[in-house]
């Protein structure tokens, strides 16, 4: 109900359509920039979990990607945040090669994670909101380029604008960050990167324990950033039943291959299930 609520009804085949045509009204040069954004053909991890996964991601596009426990999502995902090194394979962003050898080199190139686990990944835990949302950012921050010493001015400016458009709830900006509900947390982690302006933000497992109401304000804002901002989001979830009101397609993966893809109203939970099972 709460992903029904977060498109506002748009799983029937005629909202389905509406939103479509909405899209193509609003960006009507983004389908013609599917090859010239993300494209990823055959590629093969050196762990051999990833093998011979080739799709393609549009500007504004929220795509899925699902499947069993070792499908080969996450290592996906890795490899194009730079984290998983590639065997072979090529791909490309914005048109050109991208061959990223770090996350550094992602973030960039304006590829940014949100991980599955916020706490141990996403987070430094033992400071506050108006740390975290800083990390990703310090070298504007500072007062004077080559030293170590922040602006108290622009750091708090940066937090108190991922505050605002991320609808955080906090008390103040210096609350420890761990004082924060599940959602909040997770709506820390996508506002640090905020200032880097990123173009695809990867989510694995982006409601991983967040409460029902938090949810449903994190798929509003996915929706949002995807349709008013331009921003693409490559989504990683093993939640089925949260993938056909939130993503415009879906891969799905089995054995670290792509067994299918759905689009639209193909998109719905025995589809996936049949496709995770394919490769068996």
Known sequence: ?????????????????RRSHHLCRTFPAWPQLI???????????????????????????????????GAGRTETALSVYGANPLKNG???????????????????????????????E????NQTVNFNTNIPTLSVLRVIK??????????????????????IKVNSPQDPVLSLSGGN???????????????????????????????????????SMAEKEGISFLIISSDIEELPGLCD??????????TGELINDEINSQSMLRLSYAAQ
């Open 35 to 69: 090859h010239d954004y993300g494209n990823l053909e055959h590629l093969h991890d050196k762990m051999d979990r990833v093998k011979d996964v080739s799709f393609e991601l549009k500007k504004g596009e929220v795509l899925g990607i699902t499947g069993l426990v």
């Open 1 to 17: 109900e709460s992903i029904q609520q977060a498109r506002a009804g748009k799983t029937s085949e005629a909202s389905t359509k």
């Open 146 to 167: 080559n030293l170590p010493f922040i602006s108290p001015r622009k750091s708090k400016a940066v937090t108190q604008e991922a505050i605002k458009r991320l609808q």
């Open 185 to 223: 947390q997770q709506k820390v982690v996508i506002g640090k990167w905020l200032q880097r302006q990123p173009q695809i933000i990867i989510m694995d497992e982006p409601t991983q324990g967040v409460d029902v109401g938090a949810r449903t304000e994190i798929y509003k804002l996915i929706r």
């Open 122 to 125: 996403g987070l430094i835990t």
């Open 90 to 120: 090529k791909m490309t962003l914005y048109g050109k090669d991208y061959t990223p050898k770090s996350p550094h080199d992602a973030v960039n190139s304006k590829i940014v994670l949100v991980p599955e686990n916020r706490r141990l």
């Open 249 to 258: 397609r879906v891969i799905v993966m089995a054995e670290g291959t792509v």
